[in-house]
């Protein structure tokens, strides 16, 4: 507010244009649904190929159920697949329906309900009104008991809501925020007249089931070649449609889901399992007074100063290190003194951020100061000079600032406290499923878990060489929800973890850290090193088992091509 007045009202909305395609005026930047799609912000459409769909029809019959009943069933087949796979990780797959009054509406619901014992007492029904709002009329219900419809449709991702699927005269707009709808199927005549664009139809399922994971998750889409063709002319706006074979006999069109293969009668889950010791952090940050920083010291790159025109001293360009992009730009009024400040104030932040540092702003704001007062050009300088602000938007001279105290901080804080103590133990029999990208993998007999994937090609090709090897037990793929990490100091000076890359069980009294390598970087050598002192901390700590590093490189593995693991072992041993 100012003034009393309203200043500014913004409004978010999935459809900004008017019938006819045109963007609304009033629009100040639109985000594309095909960009949403490619950067993984909403899962992915998948339609029925041509064969699939050729195997529906609309049935001659007055019963709108038996009319549809291909496109119902297809729609339930997909449903059921992805259901079973999904709730493994703790996720539960809601099944939409959409039909063209509320009668048929209640006929579908009905229909579900005795057709399939997974959906008895598990239907939604959900009468809207021409723009998608619960309708009072058509549901003839109360006040507080559309108060408790609109709950039940917004809980019904949750495993304790009895409901498993919804069906809709339209696509509920109000309040919608399900994120597991995983198949639509859509029944509705729709027409070029209709007020309703694809993407809204679509926007019923495209929320995430998994933030924060970096996995394609899709969303198929069943219905009536009206309805098909409804969809498919979203690709006007760019998005590419993905097309495949659904019904009896096809995959889930789901994230691949790795878990302990318990129900697999032909493994011994316990003589497979492998056992893990979880040590205390032997590299920490101390975080020491940042006054011990000697900036004189750095032994950094020093800078000529560029002399540059009026017009290019007042326009102050910050751009990212890493990437060279512009990340802000400061106008300076010609009225203005040069506020040199708020310049090494943002060094000083992105210092701090990078480094995640929790306190010592105003003595690294004086440490900054410093250096770029008198060692970070050629000559001592003034800050107060338009001309020297600007000479710190230049990208080299930003990058040695930032990389040259994170280093010297690093340099003062970072230690090694010498030694480890085994903290707990990671069992791989009570690992949790979790969801990985569909990928190529391979379905073990020598690993508890059900599926090995890999980063690369080399990890698949390993794990297929040990599934061969007469001379081990058992072996397993370190995915991040084994939750097996080792601190190490990184090329940079900090902190880093990384993840061994495979587990391999010998005997009941012997275990094998593996790391595989395709091309080296710099931090390799450095991960190497401090596997070697894992191994050395977690033997010295105990003796049941024998923990062995081995660092098998992919050029030397295509020389030798070791027949067994002892060949291996004999090849990449670590151990002096």
Not at 22 to 39: K, N
Not at 78 to 87: A, L, M, N, Q, T
Not at 219 to 245: C, N
Not at 534 to 548: A, G, R
Request: proline share 4%; with cysteine.
């Amino acid at each position: 507010m100012k003034g009393g007045e309203l200043a500014l009202q913004v409004d978010t909305t999935a459809t900004p244009r008017h019938n006819n395609g045109a963007i609304f005026v009033q629009t100040i930047t639109d985000y594309p649904l095909v960009e949403a799609i490619h950067q993984n912000v909403v899962k992915h459409p998948v339609l029925p190929d041509e064969a699939s769909r050729a195997k529906l029809s609309e049935r001659k019959s007055v019963k709108y159920t038996e009319k549809y009943a291909d496109y119902i069933h297809l729609g339930y087949l997909e449903w059921k697949k992805v259901y079973d796979e999904h709730s493994k990780v703790g996720k539960k797959p809601v099944l939409f329906v959409m039909t063209d009054d509320t009668r048929n509406c209640d006929e579908v619901a009905g229909y579900l309900e005795t057709t399939y014992p997974e959906l008895k007492d598990a239907t939604l029904v959900i009468h809207t009104k021409d723009n998608g709002e619960i309708s009072e009329v058509s549901t003839g219900k109360k006040k507080e008991e559309l108060e408790a419809l609109r709950q039940d449709a917004n809980q019904i991702d949750k495993f304790d809501s009895p409901h498993k699927a919804i069906v809709s005269v339209l696509m509920l707009k109000e309040g919608w925020d399900v994120k597991n709808v995983t198949t639509i199927v859509g029944l509705r005549p729709y027409s070029a007249k209709s007020n309703i664009l694809p993407e809204q139809t679509l926007g019923r399922g495209l929320r995430r089931m998994y933030w924060g994971q970096d996995i394609p998750e899709y969303l198929s889409v069943v219905g009536t070649d009206a309805f098909m063709d409804f969809v498919e002319s979203i690709r006007s706006e760019g998005v590419e449609l993905e097309f495949r074979k659904m019904g009896e006999g096809t995959a889930p069109k789901a994230p691949l889901v790795i878990e302990v293969d318990k129900e697999n009668v032909h493994k011994d889950i316990e003589r497979l399992d492998i056992q893990i010791p979880l040590l205390s952090p032997r590299i920490y940050r101390e975080y020491k007074n940042l006054s011990e920083l000697d900036v004189a010291h750095f032994e950094n790159q020093k800078f000529p100063v560029k002399q540059y025109s009026e017009e290019e001293k007042r326009e102050i360009i910050f751009k990212d290190i890493s990437t060279g992009e512009v990340n802000h730009i400061t106008q300076m009024d010609s009225d203005l003194v040069a506020n040199y400040q708020s310049v090494i104030g943002y060094f000083a932040q992105v210092i701090m951020k990078d480094l995640r540092l929790v306190g010592g702003y105003d003595v690294l704001y004086g440490k900054v100061k410093e250096f770029v007062q008198q060692y970070l050009f050629d000559h001592a300088i003034e800050l107060e000079d338009l001309n020297i602000l600007r000479n710190l938007s230049e990208l080299e001279v930003s990058k040695t600032i930032i990389e040259s105290f994170k280093r010297h901080i690093n340099d003062l804080t970072v230690l090694d406290k010498g030694e480890a103590e085994i903290r707990d133990y990671i069992k791989i029999s009570q690992c949790r499923p979790f969801v990985a990208k569909d990928q190529g993998y391979l379905m073990p007999k020598k690993s508890p878990f059900n599926k090995i994937i890999g980063d690369s090609h080399f990890e698949l090709e390993f794990a297929n060489f040990l599934e061969g090897c007469e001379d081990i037990v058992s072996y397993v793929k370190n995915y991040f929800a084994v939750h097996f990490r080792i601190d190490y100091r990184n090329a940079d000076g900090a902190i880093s973890d990384f993840y061994p890359d495979f587990i391999v069980k010998v005997s009941e009294k012997e275990a094998y850290i593996v790391e595989t390598k395709g091309r080296e970087d710099l931090d390799d050598p450095l991960k190497i090193k401090r596997l070697k002192l894992w191994c050395q901390d977690v033997n010295t700590t105990q003796n049941q088992i024998k923990y062995t590093p081995l660092y098998v490189r992919q050029e030397e593995y295509e020389r030798y091509k070791p027949k067994n693991f002892q060949e291996v072992i004999q090849s990449f041993s670590l151990s002096e």
